[in-house]
T-cell receptor, first 114, second 111 residues
Framework: NAGVTQTPKFRVLKTGQSMTLLCAQDMNHEYMYWYRQDPGMGLRLIHYSVGEGTTAKGEVPDGYNVSRLKKQNFLLGLESAAPSQTSVYFC?????????????FGDGTRLSIL | KQEVTQIPAALSVPEGENLVLNCSFTDSAIYNLQWFRQDPGKGLTSLLLIQSSQREQTSGRLNASLDKSSGRSTLYIAASQPGDSATYLCAVRRNTDKLIFGTGTRLQVFP
């Protein structure tokens, strides 16, 4: 009964390094999302996907790329990390169909860029 | 641009009190409104989702109301317990598949 699993849970990077955050869900959900949470700003949508092989930009997409090669996985990439990308990153998923389906969240990845 | 505001930012109450958390939004053209709970170091857990055609939803000691015309929602917690201590977030959804979140109310219930 894992739900939405994010790896890693913590990471420290140096400016300019690259990395990929992995989100996996076992609920057969079609829709998946990446958010960032910063103090005093609430969660903001980075990118999202409405199905395997499709992605779309959210509110703050610059500096990030995503891929959805498999339905259960949604990857978030930072090509060249910057201190402004220090944040807590959350992945979420939801079932397709009725737009009132709630989103289910992972426990987050805490990322620090030095 | 849709903006979501939550007041107060923090709240500390003794166990057993009934309390109300507030959420306001600037654009009344919403699809639904959702209340979440976030524990320290954890993700968000969905508590209640109110569709735009609904006025309220209830789950156990929680009751959420929605007044679209005034751009407001309240989360009522009855007989609060220390286990209710967490940050509570509201989020609205418009006709796109995007949630706009408030910054949350941090609640502490002390014994």
């Amino acid at each position: 009964n894992a739900g939405v699993t994010q790896t890693p849970k913590f990471r420290v990077l140096k400016t300019g390094q690259s990395m990929t955050l992995l989100c996996a869900q076992d609920m057969n959900h079609e829709y998946m999302y990446w958010y960032r949470q910063d103090p005093g700003m609430g969660l903001r949508l980075i990118h999202y996907s409405v199905g395997e092989g499709t992605t779309a930009k959210g509110e703050v997409p610059d500096g990030y790329n995503v891929s959805r090669l498999k339905k259960q996985n949604f990857l978030l990439g930072l090509e060249s990390a910057a201190p402004s990308q220090t944040s807590v990153y959350f992945c979420a998923s939801r079932r397709q169909g009725n737009s009132n389906q709630p989103q289910h969240f992972g426990d987050g990845t805490r990322l620090s860029i030095l | 641009k849709q903006e979501v505001t939550q007041i107060p930012a923090a709240l500390s109450v003794p166990e057993g009190e009934n309390l109300v958390l507030n959420c306001s939004f600037t654009d009344s053209a919403i699809y639904n409104l959702q209340w979440f709970r976030q524990d320290p170091g954890k993700g968000l857990t969905s508590l209640l989702l109110i569709q735009s055609s609904q006025r309220e939803q209830t789950s156990g000691r929680l009751n959420a109301s929605l007044d679209k015309s005034s751009g407001r929602s309240t989360l009522y917690i009855a007989a609060s317990q220390p286990g209710d201590s967490a940050t509570y977030l509201c989020a609205v959804r418009r006709n796109t598949d995007k949630l706009i979140f408030g910054t949350g109310t941090r609640l502490q219930v002390f014994p």
